[in-house]
């Protein structure tokens, strides 16, 4: 068993998508104690999400090993190796699963657990919060997302003491400063916000329009990912293919660029959204940020989030050279361009954790959902995961051990390839038609 007084800290991060793993991996090493080094397992949950290595070369955290696992997989791996912390970077419902296999296992001295989100919380607040509620810490990103959790926890009778003020790891970067000769705007997209072909293709023209009418301004549209790779959210329309289809094609000011996030904001200047977590980064760093509004404010489009944020504007308003300036009220509550204030913002988190792991003996794990509470709910949610109502696997859940053949790897590689292009097919090809069809 590991010690919790011992010099490294092992850690275990589990995570379904390139941003849950960039999260992750970097608040692993944020909330550890500072005086002992950190030993980070990193373990990826097989999914349709599931990242490939370029998108893991891109987030740009790193693990001492990396591995792709089942569920079940990672929970017979936590009986045979233990760790000192487990960070669950999943969706509520495999946060849930992940709780109640975790309490199922019994072991003498489980890790400690940890869970969060990854971006801004703009929707099903409530599921959300309950399906994380059970870990050990959960993490808010800011000092508004803390009362509202405890708020949330509090509302339902739930033991709200878990929950910890902190902030999203990737804030980084030097403050802005206007570069002479450089004009820059970077429209950071978004897989599933707007959604339908028509709102995306409508984004796209306005930046396409708006390179037209500054020649001399440097247009770059942010991607996420390639085509055919998935990411935390279903991508139906990419704004690669309807780049494609534009009447005229693209003006040589505008560039579509991949990459690190942190090394495009470098040379931004203006950084346009509809309500992409970029945002949170970009205004962290004061770089003029724009949050559009001409599909309109709504929750659907999670810009409603940054209501009383000052920067909320239509195209018409950038292209008429208006610059948003972020309030610096909002802004401080959000956890972000509070000078000086980051440097400290896990100081809380991370001494909740030391304080946690120097306890003899954690206490079982109790999330709010149980079959008592929730009895039409969680089951079937944890059968989703190969999981029964008591968090022990299903019959017949295969639990892989680190000794698989390589073959049988190679095989099940293949086969995920080939299901993996056959959802993206009906994921971007049939599902539109049939939605098309519906509407007949």
């Not at 450089?182 to 329009?209: G, I, N």
């Not at 079982?364 to 039409?376: E, Q």
Request: aromatic share 6%; with cysteine.
């Amino acid at each position: 068993m590991p010690s919790r007084t011992s010099p490294a800290v092992r850690v275990a991060v589990l995570a379904d998508s390139d941003t849950r793993w960039k999260w992750g991996a970097l608040t692993a090493r944020r909330i550890a104690p500072e005086d002992r080094s950190v030993e980070l397992s990193g373990f990826l949950l097989r999914g349709r999400a599931t990242p490939t290595a370029r998108q893991l070369a891109e987030v740009g955290a790193d693990a001492d090993a990396l591995r792709e696992m089942t569920g079940t997989a990672f929970l017979n791996n936590l009986r045979e190796e233990p760790y000192d912390i487990v960070v669950l970077a999943l969706v509520g419902g495999a946060v849930q699963a992940m709780l109640h296999g975790i309490a199922a296992l019994g072991l003498p001295d489980r890790p400690l657990v940890v869970t969060g989100y990854v971006g801004v919380v703009y929707e099903k607040l409530a599921d959300g919060l309950l399906l994380r509620h059970g870990a050990d810490v959960v993490l808010a990103n800011s000092r508004y997302d803390a009362k509202r959790f405890r708020e949330v926890y509090e509302g339902v009778g739930a033991d709200a003491s878990s929950v910890t003020e902190a902030a999203l790891p990737f804030l980084a970067g030097e403050r802005y400063v206007p570069e002479e000769g450089r004009d820059t705007v970077v429209f950071a997209a978004q897989p599933s916000v707007p959604v339908s072909r028509a709102d995306r293709t409508y984004v796209l023209k306005r930046l396409v329009e708006h390179a037209r009418l500054h020649p001399r301004r440097e247009v770059l549209l942010k991607l996420r990912s390639k085509p055919g790779e998935q990411t935390t959210h279903i991508e139906e329309f990419p704004y690669q293919k309807l780049a494609e289809r534009l009447p005229g094609g693209l003006p040589p000011n505008f560039q579509l660029v991949y990459g690190h996030m942190g090394e495009v904001l470098d040379r931004t200047d203006l950084l346009v959204t509809v309500s992409s977590t970029a945002a949170l980064e970009s205004l962290h760093r004061r770089i003029p940020t724009a949050i559009l509004t001409d599909l309109g404010i709504r929750e659907p489009l999670g810009n409603h989030h940054f209501i009383g944020s000052g920067c909320l504007a239509s195209w018409d308003q950038l292209d008429g050279g208006y610059r948003p300036k972020a309030d610096v009220v909002w802004a401080d509550r959000q956890g972000v361009a509070a000078d000086g204030a980051y440097e400290s913002a896990f100081d809380q988190a991370r001494a909740h954790v030391a304080k946690l792991l120097a306890q003899s003996e954690l206490p079982p794990l109790r999330p709010y959902y149980t079959t008592t509470t929730a009895p039409g709910y969680l089951p079937p949610l944890l059968a989703r995961y190969h999981l029964a109502a008591d968090g022990t696997p299903l019959p017949g859940a295969r639990a892989e051990s680190s000794d698989d053949s390589r073959m049988r790897r190679a095989v099940r590689e293949a086969v995920r390839g080939a299901a993996r292009g056959a959802y993206r097919h009906g994921v971007q090809r049939v599902a539109p038609v049939i939605r098309r069809m519906g509407e007949l």
